[in-house]
């Protein structure tokens, strides 16, 4: 059982906005910094935000992540077929001194 | 870059033992924890542990406490996962990861 929760499907159309969640408690996104992973079939996840907020470089600026207490929330505009892909999330666990992820989420682009 | 380069895939048998390479390269070797985490076929993804390869000291989820070892060896910048006592449900890709940036992954498969 994942200790982040996340809803295991999401779903969009061309050029719209979603969000996926991802919910926590004080021992890991209250207290560490969230990262969030894009995972296509048969590859490595990628890092799409790492440190909470930030974007590595080739990651377009249609992915954000925001952060409140012990939920965070990735957040897709300008929505493309290509962003097809399950998507985790992950923090850090201070009670576990160790990594947690959530379920996953498969998104959707109808 | 960041780059984690893992050894290949393995075909074992129950109650074998793997022991997966990742070797690092494009940053500080000592300076972060290197994690591994793996995702058995169409699931998610699970954390198995860490490895401080500066002191060599580790930490492995409750899971996989007595069955994964974490070592390294700072001369050529790698460190091994091994686990032993395999069992079907260990048919997993399994992934280093440091600070976000995760090898290619290496599949085990374990079957009679």
């Known amino acids: 059982q994942s200790v982040l929760t996340q809803p295991p499907s999401a779903s969009g159309t061309p050029g719209q906005r979603v969000t996926i969640s991802c919910s926590g408690s004080?021992?890991?996104?209250?207290?560490?910094?969230v990262y969030w992973y894009q995972q296509l079939p048969g590859t490595a996840p990628k890092v799409l935000i790492y440190r909470n907020n930030q974007r590595p470089s080739g990651v377009p600026d249609r992915f954000s992540n925001s952060k409140s207490g012990t939920s965070t929330s990735l957040a897709i505009s300008g929505l493309r077929s290509e962003d097809e892909a399950d998507y985790y999330c992950?923090?850090?666990?201070?009670?576990?001194?160790?990594?947690?992820f959530g379920g996953g989420t498969k998104l959707t682009v109808l | 870059q960041v780059q984690l380069v893992q050894s290949g895939a393995a075909v074992k048998k129950p109650g074998a033992s793997v022991k997966v390479s990742c070797k690092a390269s494009g940053y500080t070797f000592t300076g972060y924890y290197m994690h591994w985490v793996r995702q058995a076929p169409g699931q998610g993804l699970e954390w198995m542990g860490w490895?401080?390869?500066?002191?060599?000291?580790?930490n492995y989820a409750q899971k996989f406490q007595g069955r994964v070892t974490m070592t390294r060896d700072t001369s050529i910048s790698t460190v091994y996962m091994e686990v032993s006592s395999l069992r079907s449900d260990d048919t997993a890709v399994y992934y280093c990861?440091?600070?976000?940036?995760w090898g290619q992954g290496t599949l085990v498969i374990v079957s009679s």
């Open positions: 490895i401080n390869p500066k002191s060599g000291g580790t």
């Open positions: 990861m440091v600070e976000g940036n």
């Open positions: 004080n021992s890991n996104i209250g207290s560490n910094y």
């Open positions: 992950e923090a850090w666990d201070d009670s576990l001194s160790g990594l947690i």
